[in-house]
């Protein structure tokens, strides 16, 4: 049995000098997971043609700003720059983010904006849209509840690169240490 122990614990010791493991798989499983989602999130907010990046799609407000558009009779212009300004800045975040993720460049500050938009886009889907029904709860036997169960683990997953950095294999490591 003490072999065995031993044999464990010189395992566990390998892979917590391997710091460079975690974060580089979380970037990998972001990428794989989740950077195509928000990319494809953002394509539908985007306006058309090539000014689209500065003038976002009617389904851009509806998805942000859902009953705001609808009391507006879906009419853009009568809605505040305010309004403007979080639908751009929530798309331009749906295109950033994930892409500084994954090439690995200002990785912490991008994931700590991940898990931002994380929260609003569930507090939106929750109060704006009214997906009560797909909230779901914690600590039940059901894990496919739309929101918080996969959004929980989406958290987690950025967690990691807010706490431990992009990893070895990234454009930050091209950058000169802090002194």
């Known amino acids: 049995m003490t072999a065995l122990i031993s044999a464990y614990a010189a395992i566990a010791t390998r892979l917590e000098r391997a710091d460079w493991l975690l974060p580089t798989l979380a970037r990998l499983v972001f990428a794989g997971v989740l950077m195509f989602y928000f990319l494809n999130s953002g394509m539908t907010k985007l306006g058309d043609g090539i000014a689209g990046i500065w003038t976002p799609s009617v389904g851009a407000y509806a998805q942000i700003f859902p009953k705001a558009i609808e009391a507006a009779g879906y009419d853009t212009s009568a809605l505040s720059l305010f309004h403007t300004l979080v639908v751009l800045g929530g798309t331009w975040a749906e295109f950033i983010l994930p892409v500084l993720i994954v090439i690995g460049l200002l990785t912490r500050l991008a994931a700590l904006g991940m898990i931002g938009f994380v929260v609003v886009q569930s507090l939106t889907d929750i109060y704006g849209h009214g997906a009560t029904d797909a909230l779901g709860a914690w600590f039940d ?8 169960d996969p959004r929980a683990m989406w958290v987690m997953l950025v967690l990691i690169l807010v706490f431990k950095g ?13 002194p």
Not at 169 to 174: F, I, Q
């Open 141 to 148: 036997r059901f894990s496919d509840a739309l929101i918080l």
């Open 166 to 178: 992009a990893g070895p294999l990234s454009v930050e490591r091209a950058f000169p240490p802090a």
